[in-house]
């Protein structure tokens, strides 16, 4: 059986953010902490994140914002093959989110590879992190056009939000 592997971005998924109420319905589902949710960097994160794959086996990612960022840099590495899903949950973009945090972030440039395992991403018409246009290219270069996609801020956590990821 597959663990499930909760993948937060900027700033972490603090109490009422819908990762944790996932959390709180599966207690098998575990979060991938990170040593600075402030300032994260690619290689750091992406280290975390591949020692719990590693330690856990056969994994499903669910992930958000720069989380699927996170998750779009498995590509090339060897651990991916122990990843079975993704389901990535409003990526952010690059370039909006350094103008929205500036310095914050040091993520390289945005991953545009075809993801080795099955996606599922979920976005929004109106997200600032991520212009529609970019996200329906992302999504599709990474393998999967975005599926659903709605006129709400998946980053403000709307409150239909979480029983939408529960349907999905």
């Known amino acids: 059986m597959a663990t499930t592997l ?12 819908w ?7 599966n207690p098998q589902a575990v979060l ?39 998750v779009a840099n498995l590509v090339r590495r060897p651990l991916a093959r122990q990843v079975r899903s993704a389901l990535l949950v409003a990526p952010c973009d690059l370039g909006p ?3 929205l ?14 993801l080795p395992f099955s996606s599922l991403v979920v976005g929004s018409l109106n997200d600032p ?8 290219h992302f999504s599709t270069r990474w393998g999967e056009p975005p599926r659903r996609s709605w006129p709400c801020r ?10 939408l990821v529960a349907w999905l």
């Open 32 to 70: 991938v902490e990170q040593d600075d949710w402030d300032r994260p960097r690619l290689d750091l994160w992406r280290d975390r994140l591949e020692h719990e794959i590693f330690r856990h086996g056969t994994v499903d990612l669910v992930a958000h914002s720069l989380g699927c960022l996170l």
């Open 19 to 25: 990762q944790r109420h996932w959390l709180n319905d």
């Open 6 to 17: 909760i993948i937060p971005g900027l700033f972490g998924s603090g109490s009422g953010h």
């Open 101 to 114: 945090h500036p310095g914050a972030i040091d993520f390289g440039s945005m991953p545009d590879l075809p």
């Open 129 to 136: 992190y991520m212009p529609f246009d970019r996200l329906r």
């Open 154 to 163: 998946a980053h403000q956590h709307c409150q239909w939000f979480w029983p």
């Open 97 to 99: 989110t350094d103008r």
